[in-house]
């Protein structure tokens, strides 16, 4: 008997001591082991043959599920620290990095076709003793025509049948060809000067290290990528490509699959549970050249990893909001520098953060300042709207704009982002608004959807016919989104076919490239969008970019509010004039003397970044200081607030806290109110981050201790991002 360490997927943070029988389970398998009176699944971490325990008092291991480990040597390594540094229970960490199937316990085996063969007794079964089964039915109707397998028969029904004893099923072993001999490459373009410097930069380093290109939109970055994933390809190697949003996963298959002959599979969470399976086990093979996808493809066991591209690292979607809040673009880094590949994080307005590590020397810097081919940059326009009559948001200049595009079979874009149809319905007569009681916020109206839901908490309820208060059946909506724009363009411009992109609209799988579809095929058309529509898409024909309504983000109690806009702004205006035509964009504001604009316009993104930067360090702001964010929740805001502050108490008074350890709080969330809980948060700061990780390493113990903390729902958010 052995004693074995195993990560449970249970918000502990600790590990199970087992016994097991020789030979030891692998480190990074799965395992079935006894807790409570159920049993569980659970992860092997180690194992000690010497421990000092009491083996009698150990139960042991049921059953070992995995005869190697799930996970690459760096892929663990970068788990086990991520446990730490995000101070998340190991179980879950590990957990997270799986496929669901296998959280579930399934072998690690693709699943294999069947093809079926009716039996004796099938050829004269009574399709009458299958009445309640009409599936079943139908299919055994299709065996008894047509007695090889048939592809509208479900393997559900295949199954049902099988239990007749009518039907004899048969794995069909499916073959993977290797893609490594017969990888060869597409007619490519020709780089230009901007473009070969970052190739062969970037193609001459084999190791570690982290590269930022910065590329001004429609510069041609993805070339620059596509350029050196040849060379790791012809090296064998593989390629992972994360990308912020599903919406960009399509377009970027396409592109990487018609210039390369070699596997390119997707991971996002649009995949059902064995579409995922089935790339995760791929890519662990080595069958798989290149993997694009979203954060958690960063998880993905590969064979023989040669380079990890993040395009849009500034993008706030690799940062995991819920559960194990982590950021994926830092821990690519950590990842790459574990397997010794190069990184590449392209963007056309680098994150703050990554600007820093390049004045500390960490991140190499790659520019590229040129639009791809004959494209020039769009003439940038703001329109002050003070005294202006607007027409659904929209000034006369900007609809006279809108008609001089059209009119020479151009398309044009309109930036929104606030999908729905009116962010508030208001009763005439006595001021009532329609509010989420679960989150003190007002409900949005859904027109075509007849419903109002709440965009916080996602409750939904029925349009009222009168007002809650006053009973008034004069009840208006006020404000405007992305549907009630839809239908003003249909109004404005009965000729003109448009284009809704919000998440309304493409829900559905494959509704977004449905939707794109017609945009593609050109000629005159007008494209509503929220910030969808901002990153990666390459739209050839439009030629006027205008943004409705922007000053809400120009006043924000969020300090990362300008950085954000900013880079929105930069990113929307960059689809504008992308194929060799001249691009508009018009910002309409009732704010034109904000510093902000004038900023962005007039002297650019890489003079904002400086100033701000400059800005946070006077107030020592990440990246000038590190922050770990404490939140808690209730229902009846009495708990949390009582937990937080005896935690503030604590570590007042502690004697490992020095006098650079700056607090913040307890005070209410941005959002105090969400979901029925009424939630509070505690800001520690350093500069130092190492010292704030091995405080709070130190006190963490003692707050899990404490009996308030199993009264409220509270977590951990290293590095945070939002208020």
């Given at each position: 008997?052995?004693?074995v360490?195993?990560?449970?997927?249970?918000?502990l943070?600790?590990?199970?001591?087992?016994?097991?029988?020789?030979?030891?389970?692998?480190k990074?398998?799965?395992?079935?082991v006894?807790?409570?009176?159920?049993?569980i699944?659970?992860?092997?971490?180690?194992?000690?043959?010497?421990?000092?325990?009491?083996?009698?008092?150990l139960?042991?291991?049921?059953?070992?599920i995995d005869?190697?480990?799930?996970?690459?040597?760096?892929l663990?390594?970068?788990?086990?620290?991520?446990?730490?540094y995000?101070?998340?229970?190991?179980?879950?960490?590990?957990?997270?990095a799986?496929?669901?199937?296998l959280?579930?316990?399934?072998v690690t085996?693709f699943?294999?076709?069947?093809?079926?063969?009716?039996?004796?007794?099938?050829?004269?079964?009574?399709?009458?003793?299958?009445k309640?089964?009409p599936?079943?039915?139908?299919?055994?109707?299709?065996?008894?025509?047509q007695?090889?397998?048939h592809?509208?028969?479900?393997?559900?029904e295949l199954?049902?049948?099988?239990?007749?004893?009518?039907i004899?099923l048969?794995?069909?072993?499916q073959?993977?060809?290797?893609?490594?001999?017969?990888?060869h490459?597409?007619?490519?373009?020709k780089?230009?000067?901007?473009?070969?410097?970052a190739v062969?930069?970037?193609?001459?380093?084999?190791t570690?290290?982290?590269?930022?290109?910065?590329g001004i939109t429609?510069?041609?970055k993805?070339?620059?990528?596509?350029?050196?994933?040849?060379n790791i390809?012809s090296q064998g190697?593989?390629?992972?490509?994360?990308?912020?949003?599903i919406?960009l996963?399509?377009?970027?298959?396409?592109r990487f699959?018609e210039?390369?002959?070699?596997?390119v599979?997707l991971?996002h969470?649009?995949?059902n549970?064995?579409?995922?399976?089935?790339?995760?086990?791929?890519?662990?093979n080595?069958?798989?050249a290149i993997?694009?996808?979203t954060?958690?493809?960063?998880?993905?066991?590969?064979?023989?990893?040669?380079?990890?591209?993040?395009?849009?690292?500034h993008?706030?979607?690799?940062?995991?909001?819920?559960?194990?809040?982590?950021?994926?673009?830092?821990?690519?880094?950590?990842?790459?520098?574990?397997?010794n590949i190069?990184?590449?994080?392209?963007?056309?307005?680098p994150?703050l953060?990554?600007i820093?590590?390049?004045e500390?020397g960490?991140?190499?810097?790659?520019?590229?300042?040129q639009?791809?081919?004959?494209?020039?940059l769009?003439?940038?326009?703001?329109?002050?709207?003070k005294?202006?009559p607007?027409?659904?948001?929209?000034?006369?200049p900007?609809?006279?704009?809108?008609?001089?595009?059209?009119a020479t079979?151009?398309?044009?874009?309109?930036?929104?982002n606030?999908?729905?149809?009116?962010?508030?319905?208001?009763?005439?007569?006595c001021?009532?608004?329609?509010g989420?009681?679960?989150?003190?916020?007002?409900y949005?109206?859904?027109h075509?959807?007849?419903?109002?839901?709440?965009?916080?908490?996602?409750s939904q309820?029925?349009?009222?016919?009168?007002?809650?208060?006053?009973?008034?059946?004069?009840?208006?909506?006020?404000?405007?989104g992305?549907?009630?724009?839809?239908e003003?363009?249909n109004?404005?411009?009965?000729n003109?076919?448009?284009?809704?992109?919000?998440?309304?609209t493409?829900?559905r799988?494959?509704?977004l490239?449905k939707?794109l579809?017609?945009v593609?095929?050109?000629?005159?058309?007008?494209?509503?969008?929220t910030?969808m529509?901002?990153?990666?898409h390459?739209?050839?024909?439009?030629?006027?970019?205008?943004?409705?309504?922007?000053?809400?983000?120009l006043?924000?109690?969020?300090?990362r509010?300008?950085?954000?806009?900013a880079?929105?702004?930069?990113?929307v205006?960059?689809r504008?004039?992308?194929?060799?035509?001249?691009?508009?964009?018009?910002?309409?504001?009732?704010?034109?003397?904000?510093?902000?604009?004038?900023t962005l316009?007039k002297?650019?993104?890489?003079?904002?970044?400086?100033?701000?930067?400059a800005?946070?360090r006077?107030?020592?702001?990440?990246p000038y200081?590190?922050h770990?964010?404490?939140?808690s929740?209730?229902h009846?805001n009495?708990?949390?607030?009582?937990?937080?502050n005896?935690?503030?108490?604590?570590?007042?008074?502690?004697n490992m806290?020095?006098?650079?350890?700056?607090?913040?709080?307890?005070?209410?969330?941005i959002?105090?109110?969400?979901?029925?809980r009424?939630r509070?948060?505690l800001?520690?700061?350093?500069?130092?981050?190492?010292?704030?990780?091995?405080?709070?390493?130190?006190?963490l113990p003692?707050?899990?201790?404490?009996p308030?903390?199993?009264?409220v729902k509270?977590n951990?958010?290293v590095?945070?991002?939002?208020?």
């Amino acid at each position: 008997m052995a004693i074995v360490q195993v990560a449970l997927p249970l918000p502990l943070r600790r590990v199970f001591d087992y016994q097991s029988n020789l030979p030891l389970p692998i480190k990074g398998c799965r395992v079935l082991v006894p807790f409570g009176k159920r049993t569980i699944l659970g992860i092997v971490l180690s194992h000690n043959q010497n421990i000092k325990l009491n083996c009698k008092q150990l139960k042991t291991i049921e059953q070992v599920i995995d005869q190697e480990s799930l996970f690459s040597d760096s892929l663990w390594s970068l788990l086990l620290w991520a446990s730490q540094y995000y101070h998340h229970p190991i179980g879950k960490v590990l957990f997270h990095a799986l496929p669901v199937l296998l959280r579930q316990g399934k072998v690690t085996t693709f699943n294999l076709r069947c093809k079926s063969e009716i039996t004796q007794q099938g050829k004269t079964f009574s399709l009458n003793q299958l009445k309640k089964g009409p599936k079943q039915q139908h299919a055994l109707v299709l065996l008894q025509q047509q007695p090889l397998y048939h592809h509208q028969i479900t393997k559900h029904e295949l199954n049902k049948n099988k239990s007749q004893t009518v039907i004899k099923l048969f794995p069909i072993q499916q073959k993977i060809e290797s893609w490594h001999s017969t990888f060869h490459l597409c007619k490519k373009p020709k780089l230009n000067l901007e473009q070969s410097t970052a190739v062969g930069a970037i193609s001459s380093k084999t190791t570690f290290m982290p590269w930022l290109l910065v590329g001004i939109t429609g510069s041609g970055k993805t070339e620059v990528y596509l350029n050196v994933i040849e060379n790791i390809l012809s090296q064998g190697k593989q390629v992972l490509v994360l990308v912020p949003e599903i919406s960009l996963t399509p377009q970027t298959i396409k592109r990487f699959s018609e210039r390369f002959n070699a596997p390119v599979h997707l991971l996002h969470s649009a995949l059902n549970n064995s579409e995922r399976l089935a790339v995760w086990l791929r890519a662990q093979n080595g069958d798989s050249a290149i993997v694009i996808g979203t954060r958690s493809a960063l998880f993905t066991s590969f064979a023989n990893l040669g380079l990890i591209i993040i395009d849009e690292e500034h993008d706030n979607s690799y940062k995991q909001q819920d559960g194990w809040r982590y950021h994926a673009r830092d821990l690519a880094v950590f990842l790459a520098k574990k397997e010794n590949i190069p990184i590449i994080m392209g963007t056309a307005t680098p994150s703050l953060e990554s600007i820093y590590n390049i004045e500390q020397g960490k991140y190499h810097r790659l520019d590229i300042t040129q639009r791809a081919g004959k494209a020039k940059l769009a003439s940038q326009h703001l329109l002050d709207l003070k005294g202006q009559p607007l027409k659904y948001g929209m000034s006369n200049p900007l609809i006279q704009r809108i008609k001089d595009h059209l009119a020479t079979n151009n398309q044009v874009m309109l930036f929104l982002n606030r999908r729905g149809y009116s962010p508030t319905l208001i009763c005439h007569d006595c001021g009532w608004i329609a509010g989420c009681s679960r989150c003190d916020h007002y409900y949005t109206l859904h027109h075509y959807q007849r419903q109002l839901s709440c965009h916080h908490c996602n409750s939904q309820l029925p349009i009222p016919i009168q007002c809650a208060y006053c009973g008034s059946t004069h009840l208006v909506p006020v404000g405007l989104g992305t549907e009630q724009l839809e239908e003003a363009i249909n109004q404005l411009f009965p000729n003109i076919p448009f284009t809704r992109i919000d998440r309304d609209t493409t829900r559905r799988k494959g509704a977004l490239e449905k939707q794109l579809a017609p945009v593609y095929t050109g000629g005159a058309r007008i494209l509503i969008g929220t910030q969808m529509l901002a990153k990666g898409h390459h739209f050839p024909d439009i030629t006027l970019v205008a943004l409705l309504n922007v000053d809400g983000a120009l006043f924000s109690s969020d300090y990362r509010a300008t950085e954000r806009f900013a880079q929105l702004y930069i990113q929307v205006s960059g689809r504008a004039g992308r194929a060799g035509k001249h691009g508009e964009v018009i910002l309409q504001t009732y704010h034109p003397e904000h510093p902000l604009l004038s900023t962005l316009l007039k002297k650019g993104y890489n003079v904002f970044a400086t100033e701000t930067l400059a800005e946070r360090r006077d107030v020592f702001l990440p990246p000038y200081s590190s922050h770990i964010m404490i939140r808690s929740e209730d229902h009846k805001n009495e708990s949390a607030p009582i937990f937080l502050n005896k935690l503030r108490q604590y570590i007042e008074q502690h004697n490992m806290r020095d006098s650079q350890l700056w607090l913040m709080g307890p005070i209410p969330a941005i959002k105090a109110k969400l979901a029925g809980r009424f939630r509070w948060q505690l800001l520690l700061q350093h500069p130092s981050r190492s010292y704030l990780q091995q405080f709070f390493a130190h006190i963490l113990p003692e707050i899990m201790a404490y009996p308030e903390s199993r009264k409220v729902k509270w977590n951990i958010d290293v590095d945070p991002t939002e208020n």
